[in-house]
């Protein structure tokens, strides 16, 4: 494993980090089992939010029994104002079991207006302060999917910011200018969704990629068993020539209007599960599981056809996809496919 400093914090932290939310979706057992694994193979960052549901209290139990001094705890919530943040920073020293957390970021920023009131008079860096001098706090960051908005973090506020948390993969490379920015003012690089959600298969081609840009503190891919732990944990920080080909294959292939499965799209008024919709989508037409892909679409209690066109998805879909045209798609396409499977059926 190899080791960074996480910009001017002064802490270590291993290349590789553990992003928390993949383990909402196990069992306490099975989460327990998946951070401590991970533990054990050098990974020392752990990353998670206030979001992430159980999370954060699954992360607890793992490092109850002495292993909390061994990490690098990060969590985040999306309060802009001093209050929220002060309630969800005591929320998340509660359900993580924790009397300190190194790293606390706001989640999701979605504009330039936010992060100034972040920053305001009554913004959520006051809160941190609060928490910094009470010894609950160490560091502080932002996250957001909006590389514009993380820029003008930097141009503004690069004094009070100590980490910044952005993705980047084989298909979204639009963070690179930012992070040689951030690297210039030695604020540490956070890097989420290096596998695009799940969109790339090659989960150690992808690795090797986010791992190999210079500027990148730690890559935090969700791991949600002992096998994706081991393959994200012994890739190589370097591309070969035939890794960059590969890369650029696959950019090419998925583009940039795909899902990542991030889940902030939820809860869907009429029930659909949307990332799960879409990840059988892309087995169905990129993976040559098209059988699989269908019987699985359509055990779904409700599927894409069901959608009632509201819109909240969209609102809520950091990444601004066009949901509810893609879901129409969907339809047509598994639909398509059954009517493919049946007529072969009966031939």
Known sequence: MIYNMLGKT?????????GGIPLQ???????????????????NFIDTARGYTVSESYIGAALAGGLRGDVVLAT??????RGGMLKEMEGSLKDL??????????HNV??????DRVFGDDGAYKAFLEMKAAGKIGHFGVTSHKREVLTYLLENYADKTETIMF???????????LFALASSLNVAVIVMKPLAGGAIGDAALAMRFALSNPHVSVVIPGMANQKEVDENTSQPAELSDADREK??????????????????????????????????EGYLKRYNLAEWAKDRYMNLKKRAKDCLGC????KRCPYELKIRERLKNVAREFEDAEKAFSDSERS
Do not use: H
């Open 10 to 18: 002064n802490l270590v932290i291993s290349a590789v980090g553990l």
């Open 25 to 43: 979706r196990l069992d306490r057992e099975k989460a327990v089992e998946t951070v401590r694994y991970a533990l054990e193979r050098g990974v």
């Open 76 to 81: 985040k919530a999306p309060p802009t104002d």
């Open 97 to 106: 079991g924790t009397d300190y957390i190194d790293l606390y970021q706001v």
């Open 110 to 115: 979605k504009d330039c207006a936010s992060i």
């Open 167 to 177: 993705p980047y993969n084989i298909v979204e490379t639009q963070g690179e200018e």
């Open 247 to 280: 890369c650029a294959l696959l950019a090419g292939e998925l583009g940039s209007e795909f899902c990542r499965r991030c889940s902030y799209c939820a809860p869907c008024p009429a029930g659909l599960d949307i990332p799960t919709i879409f990840t059988f």
């Open 311 to 314: 819109g909240e998805c969209e």
